[in-house]
């Protein structure tokens, strides 16, 4: 089976011409790609896709938050389907290949198996989820995440864009608001490849990542609450600096992070100054931050020690520091089966792998829970990503398609 297996390969020279001309639909200026979720850069790359699973004889289905769904039917009908995408959207300056990697490459595994005429037992489902991103309507993994009922359909198509825009208004405008009821049906399992979006696995020279899980994480909104003054007139005894205490809750942040070893996580990525006046000291101060860590425990510790550490540092700059906690997921470990499949079609394609926890979040993560998972990373250059700079190799996406493909062949094709 293995050396049968090592036979078959996918076209590693039409994915990348697929990427690249994904890559055009939204393409920026620095090399870069911003194709916003539910825009009409996104509709030119969702009907792209569907144009292309179509002549590739697949079935496009689409359901009510927008998920696309393109099924190649398997010899056993009454199998439960195997699930295997990513998302097309971006960030407004995002890379060629977050996301769209993985569904061109699913697209590579349907076209290969059609070439190599492969009927597999399990029907297959190539899905490109909605929204990924949530830089549009501030919900990342919106669509994989109502599909799995972490939130409601209602609440998801009812949030707006900075325009006023909802979702549920954006996906008719383009055309995608479907028909299909946007729940999880039962599947048998579920893959995804993504660029790796850190420098792990190029530092060590690795082809291929066999994930095995995602970090816990706690994110929080802070507002610190001060008083505006005057720079020039406020003595030290009278001030009440948001920004100063800010600084000091950034400076926990960090020494929290720091205090829990390679594996910690902890950043403040976003702050507004209001007034934001060179002349005066600032009396309100909003900011992000979050902490992360593969094991749930430590992630929430962390976060649960900041917490009453961090008002009681405002509270000495005589600033009220309000936190407001958005989420806390528990660490996601997948599938061990797939997981293991992965492995295999690691080492059947003769590649180095290693095993490597995501530090960033994934429709697969929601998807985990009710579907048994695996993900599958590539290198990508510096381990930049979200960035228009982004960039990876070609052998490197025809690594990643390769495991993906002998990984979905054999789930669809195991013995049940
Ligand atoms: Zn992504």
Redesign the pocket.
């Given at each position: 089976m293995r050396g049968q297996q090592s036979n078959q390969r996918i076209d590693g020279v039409r994915l990348w011409a697929e990427l690249m001309d994904m890559a055009r639909i939204g393409a920026t200026p620095k090399g870069g790609v911003r194709r916003l979720t539910l825009s009409a850069v996104d509709r030119q790359g969702r009907d792209r896709f569907r144009a292309l699973c179509e002549a590739a004889g697949l079935a496009v289905r689409v359901d009510a938050i927008g998920n696309m769904f393109a099924r190649r039917p398997g010899a056993d009908p009454a199998r439960l389907p195997v699930l295997f995408g990513?998302?097309l959207d971006s960030q407004p300056s995002g890379g060629k290949f977050?996301?769209a990697l993985g569904v061109m490459a699913g697209l590579e595994v349907m076209r290969s198996l059609n070439d190599l005429g492969i009927v597999t037992q399990a029907p297959l489902e190539l899905v490109n989820w909605t929204d990924?991103e949530g830089s549009r309507f501030g919900l990342s993994l919106m669509g994989s995440g109502v599909w799995t009922g972490v939130f409601g359909l209602d609440h998801a198509l009812g949030l707006t864009d900075l325009a006023g825009v909802s979702v549920g208004a954006a996906l008719e405008d383009i055309g995608y608001a479907g028909k299909a009821a946007a729940r999880a049906f039962p599947a048998d399992a579920h893959f995804e490849l993504?660029i790796e979006q850190g420098p792990i696995l190029e530092a060590e020279g690795c082809r291929i990542g066999i994930v095995t899980g995602a970090q816990a994480q706690v994110w929080f909104d802070a507002v610190a609450t001060g008083q505006d003054s005057h720079a020039g007139t406020t003595p030290p005894a009278a001030r009440r600096d948001a920004l100063v205490a800010a600084a000091r809750v950034i400076g926990l942040v960090d020494a929290a992070m720091r205090a829990h070893g390679a594996d910690g996580r902890g950043t403040v990525g976003q702050l507004v100054v209001v007034p934001n006046s060179r002349n005066v000291v600032p009396g309100e101060v909003r900011f992000s931050v979050e902490f992360r860590h593969p094991d749930t425990a430590t992630a929430f510790r962390m976060a649960d020690d900041f917490a009453p550490a961090a008002v009681a540092a405002a509270a000495a700059c005589g600033v009220a520091l309000e936190l407001t906690e958005l989420f806390r997921y528990a660490a996601q470990d997948f599938d061990p089966a797939c997981v293991e499949l992965v492995r295999q079609a690691a080492a059947a394609g003769g590649y180095s792998a290693r095993e490597i926890v995501s530090g960033a979040g994934?429709d697969a993560v929601y998807v985990a829970r009710h579907v048994p998972t695996a993900m599958i990373f590539t290198p990508c250059k510096d381990g930049l990503s979200h960035n228009e700079a982004e960039s990876i190799e070609p052998e490197q996406a025809e690594a990643g398609c390769q495991v993906l493909f002998e990984a979905v062949l054999a789930r669809a094709n195991r013995v049940l």
């Open positions: 990513s998302h977050d996301g990924e993504h994934h």
